[in-house]
C-alpha cells in the first residue's frame, strides 16, 4: 500500500463523455502532481498543486481541468477528450515541492481508454 | 533542451547482477532518483542520490558522478520479482523532475 489512492482505475469514455479522476492521499503530504503515463514514453508531468496552490500547468490543452480542494486530495476532470488522451494516469504527493530530496510517492493510476 | 537517456529493455539471468545506466543533460542538478514500475502498478521509490558515489540498499545500488551526467542501478542477486521497468528521474534547477522512458528489465530463470 502507498498512501495513495486513485479511483476509477480503469476508465473507457467517449469523446463526448465527462469524467473526473479522483486521487487522495493518506501521507499528510502537501504538493500533489498529476502525470501522464503513455507507453514507452517518459512520465509527462501535466499539474502540480502545492499547499493547494496551482504552481505548474504545463500547456496541458484545457480539455483536461484539474481540482485541489484541500492538500489530500486532486481531481482531474475530463471533457470531450480525444483518442490520443489514451493513457495511465498517475497521481503522486510529496512533502512539498521545491525541496530537493522531495520524494514524490505514487498512487497505481488510472487506465483511460478514449473511443 | 532537457534529456534523460536509458537503455529500453535490458534481459539477465535469476542470481545474476545486472547495471541499469542513466545520463542525463538537465538545466542545474538537484539530485537524480530511480523508480521501480511493474506492470500495472505504481511506480516505487528505490533511491536518491544527490553528492557522488554510491548508495547501497539491500540488494540495490545506485551511483552518481555529476561531472559526466550518468547513474547506474546495480540489482545483484537478480530475482523473479525484480522484472519490472526501472525509472531514472533528475530534479532540475526549478525542482520539476525529468523523466526517462524506463529499463524494462527481464529476469530469466
Known amino acids: 500500500e502507498t498512501g495513495v489512492t486513485q479511483t476509477p482505475r480503469h476508465l473507457v469514455m467517449g469523446m463526448t463523455n465527462k469524467k473526473s479522476l479522483k486521487c487522495e492521499q493518506h501521507?499528510?503530504?502537501?504538493?500533489m502532481y498529476w502525470y501522464k503515463q503513455s507507453a514507452k514514453k517518459p512520465l509527462e508531468l501535466m499539474f502540480v498543486y502545492n499547499f493547494k496552490e496551482q504552481t505548474e500547468n504545463n500547456s496541458v490543452p484545457s480539455r483536461f481541468s484539474p481540482e485541489c480542494p484541500n492538500s489530500s486530495h486532486l481531481f482531474l476532470h475530463l471533457h470531450t477528450l480525444q483518442p490520443e488522451d489514451s493513457a495511465l494516469y498517475l497521481c503522486?504527493?510529496?512533502?512539498?515541492?521545491?525541496?530537493?530530496?522531495?520524494?514524490?510517492?505514487f498512487g497505481p493510476g488510472t487506465r483511460l481508454t478514449v473511443l | 533542451g532537457q534529456n534523460i537517456d536509458q537503455p529500453t529493455e535490458m534481459t539477465a539471468t535469476e542470481g545474476a547482477i545486472v547495471q541499469i545506466n542513466c545520463t542525463y543533460q538537465?538545466?542545474?542538478?538537484?539530485?537524480l532518483f530511480w523508480y521501480q514500475q511493474h506492470a500495472g502498478e505504481a511506480p516505487t521509490f528505490l533511491s536518491y542520490?544527490?553528492l557522488d558515489g554510491l548508495e547501497e540498499k539491500g540488494r540495490f545500488s545506485s551511483f552518481l558522478s555529476r561531472s559526466k551526467g550518468y547513474s547506474y542501478l546495480l540489482l545483484k542477486e537478480l530475482q523473479m520479482k525484480d522484472s519490472a521497468s526501472y525509472l531514472c528521474?533528475?530534479?532540475?534547477?526549478?525542482?520539476?523532475?525529468?523523466w526517462g522512458a524506463g529499463t524494462k528489465l527481464i529476469i530469466k530463470p
Open positions: 503522486a504527493s510529496s512533502q512539498e515541492r521545491g525541496l530537493g530530496a522531495d520524494t514524490q510517492y
Open positions: 501521507l499528510g503530504h502537501n504538493a
Open positions: 528521474a533528475v530534479k532540475d534547477s526549478n525542482y520539476q523532475l525529468i
Open positions: 538537465t538545466s542545474g542538478f538537484n539530485g
Open positions: 542520490n544527490v
